[in-house]
């Protein structure tokens, strides 16, 4: 989100939480809601509250405290801060009071209920997150500020607990988030505070703190500036730093996070400074002093803490710089804490006549180690005969029934509809969940910024040559790699198999498209990510989906998916397929189309492609040993030829799977295609029996992959029929690396290798 919107966006929901009709203004409400509890005119309390900062400063400096207990005596009498404190939240000086929002966005995103407001003032942060639904907790020290709040949120309706910490502890363990806004830079022993904020969140909780920029001279009370003090006493508190940004600091309580520099990644220090080396793919990326030195320090698997002190880095730094890696597939980021607070999940499984396979899927279900006050499951009978609450009887599910087909995407729409869970998940039929599915599936769902999250679908164990396959080719599985998802991405959709999303969200989103016969998963997720949404893959959230044991079966399932692609590029046209033509490969097919007809010309080719490959590996060398990157020749060579073969293999296998059949046709037919058909056909499924390792032999394995492609192909060609667009049949060529990048381009900028 632009930074202006999210201004705007936090300015709309202070204003509708503390603006009283029939007031329109924020400033002019506030302050006659404080002159109606006082008795005073209104223009009496707006001078009091324009003068009110200069007030306390003086104050302040008369009473001179320096022990922590005229520091509390101090803020316990001070009066003025009901009117100082009125002016800051009509937002009167500057908007720094919308950091408060802050707090509810965190509180929503995690999905919190208990809420504590520590050092809550007149309540304003607390009338916000209690008109959000969230039991509410109000903790202050000032008796005045504290019965003026409690006198506001019972004008409005709302309910929320008044705690006096001169008087009460806080409860330990009591809260999903503790809020403490413009409040920690006060207090004389910092290290005290978070200890007792740390004690009273519950395992996985959040303490959401937001800090003021110092240097106001109208603020002679905050005794310290800048979050560099809390951070050195978080490891003590039994907190870790999430993430830091415009002065606030999210601190979850709980295990840390690991980090590690991935596998065949070093740092490395040279004439041009500081390089990144990946040596597969070959590449160097010249990276600043800060993060050389973190990644040189990072270890085996260390905290951010661990690599701050190693680096000497402070530790919001180290944390947004390992953050920024996780992102860029840099730094592998393992644990974490799980959150406080499981919501409620209903998880949905549209079924059509097959009462064996939905009452393997409930069973699977009912030993999920989720919180079962908390879990709903819906079956959605898609009239089947005869109905499914026959073979679900006895079992703790709730049934529904569609007394004419109408398909999975309506089965799951009405379930979606019937489900009273904050959390709504998918599964087939079909499939079987392990254990720790939904909590590894909702895990991310409460995250703030994340509304929709899928998981990995694994095979059963391989059962004869065609399982053997299915599981080593499945279209289902996105890999053992988690992280965002979208069409341009890694992971480019999610199956609906193993889907979760928020139950407010998928309804604006409009649900699935009940006019797609398939695609209407990969539709979701892409209309979820143009409407901006977070969409997130979570590989540890596994279910085992149950393939098809017939070759025909499988076959035409492979068919339904390529007559999809048509209606989801008409859909999506930001999906389309992309394909580029290497240039060194591109004359080497070339070459051997030649060969027949000239030799001459088939030796200048590849000769040509030859010295094409030998000038991008000089440049290269060149262009790595100017980072300060020095690399022999041998393995600069054999990283362009690799990422040359990478580059041919990947347009052999788009070859196969959209033009193969009229390719190897024209091939018996034109004898110059013959050489450069096999040269494309015959790698991909040798590179991928190589790589998958199925079980089969090269041959029965090449057979079923050329099979498998040549259903998929007659399938895209019968969509484009169908919706009358030859979309996915024309992908968007890209230029190759080489030329795109440019071969001679400038070593000194920092450019990948």
């Given amino acids: 989100m632009a930074g202006a919107s999210r201004a705007e966006r936090r300015r709309r929901l202070w204003e ?40 306390l400063a003086a104050s302040w400096r008369a009473a001179a405290p320096r022990t922590p207990a005229e520091v509390c005596a101090f803020y316990r009498g001070a009066e003025d801060y009901l009117y100082d404190l009125t002016w800051w939240h009509a ?43 969230l039991e509410v907790t109000l903790a202050e020290i000032n008796p005045l500020l504290n019965a003026y709040a409690g006198w506001r949120l019972a004008r409005r309706g709302l309910a929320a607990r008044l705690l006096d910490v001169r008087r009460e502890r806080l409860p330990e363990a009591a809260f999903d988030l503790v809020a403490a806004v413009d409040v920690l830079e006060h207090l004389p022993d910092p290290r005290a505070a978070l200890r007792g904020l740390a004690a009273a969140l519950g395992p996985g909780g959040t303490l959401f703190v937001h800090l003021p920029p110092g240097g106001d001279p109208l603020r002679p009370m ?8 809390l951070l050195e006493h978080l490891e003590e508190a039994g907190l870790w730093l999430e993430r830091a940004e415009e002065g606030s600091l999210v601190l979850r309580r709980g295990p840390a996070p690991r980090y590690r520099l991935r596998g065949g990644l070093s740092v490395r220090r040279g004439g041009g400074g500081h390089v990144l080396l990946s040596e597969r793919p070959l590449a160097a990326l010249r990276v600043g002093p800060e993060a050389a030195r973190l990644l040189g320090r990072l270890g085996g698997n260390g ?15 180290a944390t947004a710089l390992l953050e920024g890696f996780v992102r860029r597939r840099v730094v592998a980021r393992s644990g974490g804490t799980l959150p406080s607070r499981w919501p409620s999940a209903t998880v949905v499984v549209p079924s059509r006549n097959r009462p064996r396979r939905a009452r393997a899927c409930a069973a699977s279900l009912l030993a999920l180690d989720y919180p079962r006050d908390r879990l709903e499951i819906i079956f959605v009978d898609d009239a089947s005969e005869p109905p499914l609450s026959r073979a679900l009887a006895g079992l703790p599910v709730r049934v529904l029934r569609l007394e004419r087909r109408a398909g999975q995407s309506a089965a799951r729409n009405l379930g979606l509809r019937a489900a009273r869970g904050e959390v709504v998940a998918f599964t087939d039929d079909d499939c079987e969940v392990l254990p720790g599915w939904l909590r590894a599936l909702v895990a991310p769902l409460c995250t703030p910024g994340v509304e929709v999250a899928g998981g990995r679908v694994l095979s059963p164990p391989p059962a004869g040559r065609l399982g053997a396959f299915e599981a080593a080719r499945s279209p289902l599985d996105m890999g053992p790699e988690g992280g965002e998802v979208g069409p341009r991405g890694a992971v480019p959709y999610l199956p609906s198999c193993n889907l979760a999303g928020d139950r407010r969200a998928l309804p604006r989103l409009g649900g699935f498209d009940e006019g797609m016969e398939l695609g209407e998963d990969a539709d979701l997720v892409w209309r979820a990510v143009r409407a ?12 085992v989906h149950r393939h098809r044991t017939r070759l025909a079966a499988l076959l035409a399932r492979r068919a339904d998916y390529g007559a999809s692609e048509a209606d989801l590029q008409r859909r999506h046209p930001e999906a389309a397929r ?13 070459a051997l ?31 790595a040993r100017r980072a300060g990157a020095l690399l022999p020749l041998p393995a600069v060579a054999g990283a362009v030829l690799r990422q040359h073969g990478a580059e041919l293999y990947h347009l052999g296998a788009n070859v196969s799977r959209y033009y193969g059949l009229p390719l190897g046709a024209a091939a018996l037919l034109l004898r110059p295609l013959r050489l450069p058909a096999l040269a494309l056909l015959l790698p991909p499924p040798v590179v991928d029996h190589r790589r998958l390792r199925p079980g089969l032999s090269p041959a029965l394995f090449a057979l079923l992959w050329w099979l498998e492609l040549a259903a998929y192909q007659l399938g895209v060609w019968r969509g484009c029929l169908r919706h009358r667009t030859p979309r996915p049949l024309l992908p968007r060529l890209l230029p190759p690396p080489l030329l795109k990048a440019g071969l001679f381009a400038n070593p000194r900028r920092p450019r990948p290798v």
């Fill in 532 to 543: 901006g949404l977070g969409v997130r893959y979570e590989p540890s959230a596994r279910v």
């Fill in 91 to 133: 937002l009167a000086r500057d908007e720094s009071a919308l950091a408060a929002v802050g707090a509810l966005e965190e509180a929503l995103g995690r999905r919190a209920r208990r809420v504590l407001d520590f050092g809550s003032g007149i309540g304003s942060l607390g009338i916000l997150l209690a008109r959000h639904g």
């Fill in 222 to 229: 905050h005794l310290r500036e800048g979050a560099g003090e």
């Fill in 593 to 623: 189309g030649a060969l027949g007809r000239s030799r001459r010309g088939a030796a200048l080719l590849a000769a040509l492609s030859v010295l094409l490959v030998g000038a991008e590996a000089g440049a290269k060398l060149l262009r």
């Fill in 16 to 55: 509708e939480a503390l603006v009283l009709p029939p007031r329109r203004g924020l400033r002019e409400s506030l302050v006659g809601e404080l002159a109606g509890y006082l008795g005073l005119c209104e223009e009496e309390v707006a001078a009091r509250c324009e003068g009110a900062a200069t007030r």
């Fill in 303 to 317: 905290t951010a803490a661990e690599a701050a002190a190693a680096s000497g880095l402070p530790l919001d730094r």
């Fill in 578 to 590: 992309r394909m580029m033509v290497p240039a060194a490969g591109g004359l080497w097919l070339g």
